[in-house]
């Protein structure tokens, strides 16, 4: 008897066990858009673009005002999300063709700390974190790669759409690769004797571009009519049909859902939309009247409503925590490209919404982004005005899942767990944040933003009163910007929280 009720206790709190397991670690998914701003969405405002599927999420979570990318463009915006660090401390910036990898691998990543918890985790989409040491063997599998920083499974853009090379890599080697068609990859024209499908020079050979000419950096190799940055020779088989990007990723994402669906799973979805060049498929061209700019807007629209519903047809939306958010402001022409972004402003559409700047600059356009948190049952739905920064979210995860992370790991990172899910509504007393490089730097405490330059004077705003950031206040209140720009100065010699 006394055996049997000890079976009967043993079952009973194995299953409180499980069910506060399950309940404890959820399925993270993070999709992380590309040159998405502030007002490109409709539930930020945007009336000209349709975002039924972005809309839905954000009306089912907790959609952010105030949250902010690290950085004003991709390569440094994406290492302080997966490391907790700025980029410039590491000069990451935009990452040219053939770039080493920017996280060494030692260095704790936000996917190590999601394995470390008993996670799947996988990346697919836009990496740009540089590959290899550098020099880089594309017919060998790479490494380091996205599998060596705490990502069991990958599938990657390599650098960016806009340049070389053309192909993506899944686990670390070429995915469709021909050895017959061996792959070389350079910043420089490639000789004649080196083997491999020669592709067209765009310099040399512009009857090949048929679709855009990008400006003098994105001269080189033309790839499905568009010219490029960098050159490459070889790969035909593993060489994207760009208006099918989206719907490979999807394929990919769908097949990492289905494999890994009954455990715990961390996957951020990088989207190639809607870096330019924009080739938005056949099905969403002309689906607005701003150019293809917004037609791939709509496409990422559909592609988050397509994740969203795989998620339901598994059962897995109740303990699915999803993030949505952007790399960077927006930016309208990009590279050259003549697509018809121009229609944006002409036709009224603000895709930085009442912000100032966009992509490559320090002011709010450049940094304050979507960003939308839905858990059902556990993330009430509504809207917060709370201060928050991406390089915030690893120490915050790792808080949630009670990982203790090494000394070294996210430097300026710190735990706001309770402004992501939101329990706290104030967030962050201060923000730090860069352009591509630490040209110009900025810190937010409240409402009020000091930037500084290296090049120019330094300057200040009340976001409360302008949110626009059209007044410089720094004359008025020069005390008040000796402090503040003492405080930035002190954060880009030293990190956020004291971490050499």
């Keep these: 008897m006394k055996k049997h009720i000890s079976l009967i206790i043993t079952t009973v709190l194995m299953s409180i066990l499980s069910v506060g397991c399950s309940q404890k670690q959820p399925n993270v998914l993070i999709i992380y858009t590309d040159d998405i701003g502030y007002g490109d969405i409709g539930a930020y405002g945007a009336e000209m673009i349709a975002t039924p599927h972005i809309d839905q999420l954000a009306k089912e979570g907790l959609r952010f005002t105030d949250a902010h990318c690290a950085a004003s463009t991709c390569s440094p915006s994406r290492y302080a999300l997966l490391t907790g660090e700025m980029g410039f401390r ?59 920083m705490g ?85 035909k088989a593993a060489v994207w049909d760009d208006n099918n990007i989206a719907f490979d990723l999807l394929e990919k994402a769908n097949a990492f859902l289905d494999k890994h669906h009954k455990k715990p799973f961390f996957l951020m979805l990088t989207t190639n939309d809607i870096h330019a060049p924009r080739l938005p498929h056949p099905r969403f061209r002309g689906s607005t009247k701003l150019g293809y700019r917004g037609d791939n807007v709509v496409q990422l629209d559909w592609f988050v409503g ?12 109740k303990n699915t925590m999803v993030i949505f958010s952007s790399d960077n402001g927006p930016v309208y022409m990009d590279g050259g490209y003549q697509d018809a972004s121009d229609k944006n402003l002409a036709q009224g559409h603000q895709a930085a919404g009442i912000y ?59 735990n706001y767990w309770d402004t992501m899910t939101g329990k706290d509504l104030k967030g962050a007393e201060m923000i730090f944040q860069q352009v591509n490089t630490d040209a110009a730097l900025s810190i937010r405490r409240g409402n009020l933003k000091y930037i500084h330059y290296k090049r120019w ?44």
């Design 151 to 235: 990502f069991n499974y990958s599938f990657v853009i390599p650098s960016s759409n806009d340049r070389s090379p053309f192909v993506y890599l899944e686990n670390g080697a070429v995915y469709n690769y021909d050895p017959a068609d061996p792959i070389t990859v350079s910043m420089h024209p490639i000789s004649n004797s080196v083997p491999g499908t020669k592709y067209p020079d765009a310099i040399n050979n512009p009857e090949a571009v048929t679709v855009y000419t990008g400006d003098k950096d994105h001269q080189n190799t033309v790839i499905n009519g568009v010219a490029r940055i960098g050159y490459m020779k070889g790969g």
């Design 457 to 500: 004077d330094d300057q200040m705003y009340d976001l409360g009163k302008d949110p626009s950031e059209k007044h410089n206040i720094i004359a008025e209140h020069p005390e008040l910007a000796k402090e503040m720009k003492e405080e930035l100065m002190s954060l880009r010699e030293g990190t956020v929280n004291g971490v050499k």
């Design 356 to 414: 100032r700047g966009g992509k490559y600059c320090i002011y709010e356009g450049g940094n304050r982004v979507p960003f939308i948190v839905k858990w059902p049952g556990k993330v009430k739905p509504g809207v917060s005005n709370a201060l928050f920064t991406q390089t915030d979210m690893m120490a915050s995860f790792a808080s949630f899942l009670n990982i203790d992370m090494p000394e070294t790991a996210s430097p300026d990172g710190r």
């Design 90 to 148: 590491k000069n990451v910036g935009i990452q040219p063709v053939n770039a080493a990898a920017t996280i060494a691998k030692e260095q704790y990543t936000l996917g190590d700390l999601f394995q470390e918890a008993g996670y799947q985790t996988g990346i697919i989409g836009k990496w740009h974190l540089g590959l290899g040491d550098g020099q880089a063997d594309w017919n060998r599998i790479i490494s380091p790669s996205p599998a060596d």
């Design 306 to 317: 397509e994740v969203t519903q795989k998620l339901k047809d598994l059962g897995l939306e």
